[in-house]
């Protein structure tokens, strides 16, 4: 992955082992239900999986809204996504915001959601996708689709009740209430939250903190933490024996374990 990339919808840039993914639609409040910012999320997802370099991303909002979901001007005119009669309307989601939403979720790299405004609905749902949530204070949630007569069509009934648990993520879907920056934290949905200048030096801190570790080991956890959502005990157990013995014949292991003992930062190649 070169050092910057860009298109007109998401921004790309990579510093060191760190990608920063930036929804750039902020006229709109970067709705992801956007076909374009979709496609462009799909294709950043695979290339920074490909990309051995990448060990962990950020993803955040340009302008004041991380991203209030869908567009209402579309929805309003049956266009876009929302287009066509009940089966074209489905085949709009599955091949848009639902495979963006695969595509996040199933990333084996680490994402981190920097929520620098506003994420309702599918935006809300975005960040759900993601490992880990800090919040500026500017940031608000919601899982606001009833309030205008649908419901979330990207996962977000299976994805919320998994951050906050199933009495609060009911509470959010039937009221479609928004929850402040503090609330989020109390109830777990964000791991921090900051004043809105120290968003992303806070979501670069702690990117750099994971990308200090070697990447397929980082993967791997991942993809446990992930199997570990659905799987039973035993299943994840033979996983993480059939992950620990590779982990064990790779050389970033032994560079972890001979800097240890000789007390000196190790130099992790990613083999």
Known sequence: MPDTASTDKLLV??????VTLTLNMPDLRNPITDPDLCAALIDAMQRIERDQSVRCAILTGAGKAFSTGGNLKHMKEKSSIFGGDAIAAKDGYRAGI?????????????????VNGPAYGAGCDLTCMCDIRIAATTATFAENFVRVGIISGDGGAW?????IGLARAAEMTFTGDPVDAETALAWGLVSRVVAPDELMPAARALADRIAINPPRHLRMAKRLLREGLTSRLDTLLELAAAYQGACHQTEDHAEAVDALLEKRPPVFTGR
């Open 13 to 18: 840039a990579q510093e060191g082992h760190v």
């Open 159 to 163: 994805l919320l009740p998994r951050q």
């Open 98 to 114: 639902q495979r963006a939403a695969k595509a996040i979720w199933e990333c084996e790299v680490p994402l981190i959601a920097a």
